[in-house]
C-alpha cells in the first residue's frame, strides 16, 4: 500500500507540474489567447509563430523543464526515500509530466503535443538517448525537411526510443527494458498528436520557418 500511495504521489505532483500552460500564459500577457491562432497550439512551435522568436524559445526552455524537473527532483531525489524508491519514481515522474501537458486541467484536457516536455523527461532518464534524439533532430530541421519543426520533433521523439534500444542490446545493457517500453510511449502520443501535422505533411501543405523567413 505504501508503494502504491508513494507511487501516486509521484504521478500526482509531477501531472500538476506537466500541466502549467506557458504557451498559453504566454499568449495572455501579451493580450491573446493562443489557441484561436495560428495552429491553435500552446505548444512552443505556435508561440514562436504567433509571438516571435524570443518568446518560443523560452516557452520550449520552461515546457522541456517540465519533463527535466519532476524527474530529477521529485522521481530521483524526493521518491528515493519512499517506498517507490528512485527508479520508478522517474518513469512514473516522467509519465505524470507528460500527460500533465498534453492533457493540463487548466484548459480542460487540451495541452500541447508533448515534444518539449518529452525531451526533458528523456534528458532526465536516458541522457544519452536524449543527445541522439537532438541530433537527429537538427539533421531533420536543417537538412532533411528544412525549417518543419513537426517532422524534425517526431523524428527526434522515435529516434531516442529506437537508440536506446540499440544500447540496450549493443553497448549500454544497463538501461531498463521498462525505461526503453517509456520511451516508444512518449514516441506514440507525440506522433499521435501530430496527426494533423501528418496529414499536411502528405499533402504538402505543412508550415515551414524557412519559408515563413523568405517572405
Known amino acids: 500500500m505504501e508503494t502504491i500511495i508513494s507511487g501516486l504521489s509521484v504521478l500526482f505532483w509531477s501531472y500538476l507540474i506537466g500541466s502549467i500552460p506557458n504557451?498559453?500564459?504566454?499568449?495572455?500577457f501579451n493580450g491573446l489567447d493562443i489557441r484561436r491562432h495560428g495552429s491553435k497550439n500552446i505548444g512552443a512551435t505556435n508561440v514562436r509563430r504567433i509571438l516571435g522568436r524570443p518568446w518560443g524559445i523560452a516557452c520550449f526552455i520552461l515546457?522541456?523543464?517540465?519533463?527535466?524537473?519532476?524527474?530529477?527532483?521529485?522521481?530521483?531525489?524526493?521518491a528515493s526515500d519512499w517506498?517507490?524508491?528512485?527508479?520508478?519514481?522517474?518513469?512514473?515522474?516522467?509519465?505524470?509530466?507528460?500527460l500533465g501537458h498534453v492533457f493540463p486541467?487548466?484548459?480542460?484536457?487540451?495541452?500541447?503535443?508533448g515534444?518539449?516536455?518529452?525531451?526533458?523527461?528523456?534528458?532526465?532518464?536516458a541522457?544519452?538517448?536524449?543527445?541522439?534524439?537532438?541530433?537527429?533532430?537538427?539533421?531533420?530541421?536543417?537538412?532533411?525537411?528544412?525549417?518543419?519543426?513537426?517532422?524534425a520533433s517526431m523524428v527526434a521523439v522515435l529516434m531516442m526510443?529506437?537508440?536506446?534500444?540499440?544500447?540496450?542490446?549493443t553497448?549500454?545493457?544497463?538501461?531498463?527494458?521498462?525505461?526503453?517500453?517509456?520511451?516508444?510511449?512518449?514516441?506514440?502520443?507525440?506522433?499521435?498528436?501530430?496527426?494533423?501535422?501528418?496529414?499536411?505533411?502528405l499533402e504538402g501543405t505543412e508550415s515551414s520557418f524557412v519559408k515563413i523567413n523568405k517572405k
Do not use: Q
Open 23 to 28: 504557451g498559453y500564459m504566454m499568449g495572455k
Open 63 to 78: 515546457d522541456f523543464l517540465k519533463g527535466l524537473i519532476p524527474v530529477m527532483v521529485i522521481g530521483h531525489i524526493i
Open 83 to 98: 517506498a517507490i524508491g528512485a527508479g520508478y519514481g522517474g518513469l512514473i515522474a516522467a509519465i505524470g509530466a507528460v
Open 105 to 113: 486541467v487548466w484548459l480542460m484536457f487540451r495541452g500541447g503535443k
Open 115 to 125: 515534444v518539449a516536455t518529452s525531451l526533458g523527461v528523456v534528458c532526465g532518464l
Open 127 to 151: 541522457p544519452l538517448a536524449f543527445l541522439v534524439g537532438i541530433l537527429f533532430w537538427l539533421l531533420s530541421y536543417y537538412i532533411i525537411y528544412r525549417g518543419v519543426v513537426s517532422f
Open 161 to 169: 526510443a529506437v537508440s536506446s534500444l540499440v544500447f540496450k542490446l
Open 171 to 201: 553497448i549500454f545493457k544497463d538501461i531498463s527494458w521498462v525505461t526503453i517500453s517509456l520511451l516508444f510511449f512518449l514516441a506514440i502520443i507525440v506522433i499521435i498528436r501530430h496527426r494533423e501535422n501528418i496529414k499536411r505533411l
